[in-house]
T-cell receptor
Framework: AQSVSQHNHHVILSEAASLELGCNYS??????LFWYVQYPGQHLQLLLKYFSGDPLVKGIKGFEAEFIKSKFSFNLRKPSVQWSDTAEYFCAVNARGGSQGNLIFGKGTKLSVKP | EPEVTQTPSHQVTQMGQEVILRCVPISNHLYFYWYRQILGQKVEFLVSFYNNEISEKSEIFDDQFSVERPDGSNFTLKIRSTKLEDSAMYFCASSGPGRETQYFGPGTRLLVL
């Protein structure tokens, strides 16, 4: 069955610490990969996406993610987090070239950054 | 920057009542979606809509649910007879002709009592 796993439910960091959030997927085909962020009280916003090409993708606000096909992973990273990065982060996949394109989400990782 | 909008932001209803959740997708988008997130659980796909018809639906999207694009701007989700387990945050999303990236609205929090 198609699924997305996010390993960490809640991550607590101090400002300036480095961040890595894990995401693994199970999907029988070629995928597009996404990270969405939901700041407190706000809607889901696209952070970054991977469709093809360079497996290291850069998104907004200094975030990046690396697609490792052999590991079915798409981990999110940021070298130095800020208090304003406090939010919930969702990894998602859909089928590349699929006729419908519905997203399959992970459960989300809540990030709390202490000032 | 264009955004997906949803109304209402919150709705409280009694079990068995009908609710209609409204969404205004980004204006040049062609693909529309509804997702829901029950508290503490993952965001789940409900239905996708293209060219005035449902293109895919999940197991959750049973006969109690329907979608409609009644005019050129709105996209609605109707739940005919709400159940307690329908309490969730409902997200609308839309994507453009390339269908690659979905943009989400702020959600409607539905509480069924």
């Amino acid at each position: 069955a198609q699924s997305v796993s996010q390993h960490n439910h809640h991550v607590i960091l101090s400002e300036a610490a480095s961040l890595e959030l894990g995401c693994n997927y199970s999907y029988g085909g070629t995928v597009n990969l996404f990270w969405y962020v939901q700041y407190p009280g706000q809607h889901l916003q696209l952070l970054l996406k991977y469709f093809s090409g360079d497996p290291l993708v850069k998104g907004i606000k200094g975030f990046e993610a690396e697609f490792i096909k052999s590991k079915f992973s798409f981990n999110l990273r940021k070298p130095s987090v800020q208090w304003s990065d406090t939010a919930e982060y969702f990894c998602a996949v859909n089928a590349r070239g699929g006729s419908q394109g519905n997203l399959i989400f992970g459960k989300g990782t809540k990030l709390s950054v202490k000032p | 920057e264009p955004e997906v909008t949803q109304t209402p932001s919150h709705q409280v209803t009694q079990m068995g009542q009908e609710v209609i959740l409204r969404c205004v997708p980004i204006s040049n988008h062609l693909y529309f979606y509804w997702y829901r997130q029950i508290l503490g659980q993952k965001v789940e796909f409900l239905v996708s809509f293209y060219n005035n018809e449902i293109s895919e639906k999940s197991e959750i999207f049973d006969d109690q649910f329907s979608v409609e694009r009644p005019d050129g701007s709105n996209f609605t989700l109707k739940i005919r007879s709400t159940k307690l387990e329908d309490s969730a945050m409902y997200f609308c999303a839309s994507s453009g002709p390339g269908r690659e990236t979905q943009y989400f609205g702020p959600g409607t929090r539905l509480l069924v009592l």
